[in-house]
């Protein structure tokens, strides 16, 4: 009963700041974008322009549709192929104090397009694999603009619903220097500077030696007396890796590691950073279009799925395993051990906390964890897979989340209109063939990319002996990376060594098509809505808000991801747990 009063009390605590720092969060950025906030103008206003001086832009331009489009292309290019060069120079950079090599080509470009395309999924440990340099640079750099292009694109989906007759979205370079520049910057200075005053570290220093205060031995059974201790500027990049969704750990075991999240306190904080933005963004949308319900709609949609799985996730984990419990371990939660499921998760985090970061985590595109993924149980690691598997549309990336979900939302009022006889229409748009096409890609690509992607890495001989584990959990694993990969998650089951030429090229191109196949036909969806006339509604007008609209459209999210996913669910955790339960 201690537990379970523990596990709520965090658990309403995470979710009540969290929507009460939405609302405000969210109503600012809505001033940002749209040029209202005078206080940050006056503050920030010089840098801005100092910015569009410096860059050539004219910030008056405001771009179609496919000129929004190639600008946010052509930018992430050049920004992946400076992230590939820097890590291919590496040993030519300064900050390097262990000499760091130049990484192999393929590994290269699959951190290149992680980075770029805000999956930050790394094949590699951080801190014995990239020098300082390289850390800020590359990746710190790629961890503000990969999330400010997800804003960027959102923003523009929000004027191609609210405007008439329009050829134009705005201008992709202003809405990019504004998400950086009034949101990401500042939220990052106050949450880095939170996270310095845990203990989080922050320095240029080397490796330092450090006494055990028991020697070991290690696997050929010497004696080791000394400890290498990592350090490096490890604040700054959690604080814009967690608000960015974007979630590549400094430390192999990422938020597990104490100088990345060292006491409750940094725990709370990086785990509210996680869905912050994402959460903020339907508040945003709900004012720029004018209907704060529709912004809230979308909200308590992702906020009643993240409870549930959230839910679930917890329970499982904090039933442990039918292994354990016919040894007679005592599984059972009290005063004095957390009980459950504990492999794998700090002991200062327990089953509660590890269980809150895994289900935010992959209900964003974050990726970061404060637990190992593949250590769960099958039936608790399912519920991160399963988020993912649902189009990251439950909060979802900074951005990419909430335009997801609206390609959910379109695929909804469709489906509705049919059964009434009514041609769709969303706040005031009419939904057409063109539109269902583009969303419809957007929707299917990331799933189609997956299932390809699992296919041919089991089927490769290579590769099933890489894994950890045989069988349906060795299953689980590749089906894991590949959903991590084609929804720009970035977390992954750790028992797959995924650094092989074949894993690395396959893993990137199914990022890329992860994130771009779904960018440009929302882009084109706001180019086209922009285009049209205001229809106003009717008594046969479908509220898109509201109780009734709101379970329509769980129910999409979810006979969607079940049809695509739930026959390799049977064959990876599903199977495993039936598995487990036998004697």
């Known amino acids: 009963m201690v537990l379970t009063m523990n596990a709520f009390v965090q658990c309403g605590l995470y979710c009540g700041v969290l929507l009460l720092a939405a609302k405000l969060l969210g109503r600012f950025m809505a001033d940002v974008y749209e040029g209202r906030n005078r206080r940050s103008t006056c503050v920030l206003g010089p840098v801005e322009r100092l910015v569009y001086r410096m860059c050539g832009v004219d910030s008056s331009h405001e771009m179609r549709w496919t000129e929004y489009a190639a600008a946010a292309l052509v930018f992430n290019l050049v ?3 400076a992230l590939y060069a820097l890590q291919r120079f590496q040993p030519f950079l300064p900050l390097n104090p262990r000499h760091m090599g130049a990484i192999e080509p393929t590994l290269a470009f699959n951190t290149a397009v992680s980075f770029t395309t805000n999956t930050n999924w790394q094949a590699y440990g951080g801190e014995t694999t990239l020098g300082y340099f390289v850390q800020m640079l590359g990746l710190g750099v790629q961890n503000f603009v990969s999330a400010a292009t997800g804003m960027a694109v959102m923003v523009a989906l929000a004027r191609g619903i609210t405007r008439c007759n329009s050829e134009v979205i705005g201008n992709f370079w202003q809405d990019m220097v504004r998400s950086v520049l009034y949101v990401l910057l500042p939220l990052s200075l106050v949450v880095g500077v939170a996270l310095v005053s845990q203990g989080v570290v922050q320095n240029f220093d080397g490796i330092r030696q450090v006494r055990l205060l028991e020697p070991v031995r290690d696997a050929d059974g010497r004696a080791v007396a000394m400890q290498e ?15 960015g969704t974007n979630g590549g750990g400094f430390f192999n075991v990422n938020s597990a590691h104490p100088y990345e999240n060292p006491t409750p306190l940094s725990n709370f904080i990086e785990c509210l950073c996680i869905l912050l933005i994402p959460a903020a963004i339907c508040c945003m949308f709900g004012t720029m279009v004018r209907d704060t319900r529709q912004g809230w709609t979308l909200l308590w949609v992702m906020m009643a799925l993240f409870v549930v799985f959230l839910g679930a996730c917890w ?11 016919r040894l007679g371990i005592d599984l059972h939660p009290s005063l004095l051990h957390p009980g459950g499921n504990m492999e794998g998760k700090e002991t200062r985090f327990g089953v509660v906390g590890s269980a809150l970061w895994a289900t935010a985590t992959t209900a964003a595109s974050s990726g970061s964890v404060n637990a190992m993924h593949d250590s769960f149980t099958p039936l608790g ?6 988020l993912m598997q649902l189009g990251e549309v439950v909060f979802g990336g900074v951005g990419s ?32 063939a063109f539109e269902m096409k583009m ?10 990319a997956v299932l390809i992607g699992t296919a041919l890495a089991l089927a490769t001989p290579s590769t099933r002996g890489l894994l950890g584990n045989h069988g349906p959990h060795g299953f689980s694993e590749v089906l894991y990376a590949f959903s991590s990969a084609g929804n720009n998650n970035g977390s992954a089951f750790a028992g797959l060594n995924a650094n092989t030429p074949f894993m690395n090229v396959a893993t990137g191109l199914v990022m890329l098509a992860g994130r771009y196949w779904v960018t440009v036909p929302v882009l084109a969806i706001a180019g086209a809505l922009g285009r049209k006339g205001f229809t106003p509604p009717s008594a046969g007008t479908l509220p898109t808000h509201g109780v009734q609209f709101a379970l329509v459209l769980i129910s999409v999210v979810l006979i969607i991801s079940a049809l695509s996913f739930l026959p390799a ?7 495993e747990q039936l598995m487990m339960g036998s004697p």
Request: proline residues 7%.
């Open 79 to 81: 920004g992946m192929l």
């Open 229 to 243: 201790l990592a350090q490096g500027p490890v604040a700054s990049q959690v604080a814009i890796k967690q608000l």
């Open 315 to 325: 329970y499982f984990e904090q039933q442990g395993t039918p292994v354990l419990a």
């Open 381 to 386: 690691g399912l519920v991160p897979l399963v």
């Open 401 to 432: 989340g909430l335009y997801g979900m609206i390609l959910m939302v379109v695929l909804t009022v469709f489906i509705c209109g049919l059964m009434v006889g009514r041609t769709p229409e969303y706040l005031g748009k009419k939904i057409e």
């Open 439 to 448: 969303a419809t890609i957007g929707v299917l690509a990331p799933i189609v």
């Open 569 to 575: 669910l049977a064959l990876g955790p599903i199977v």
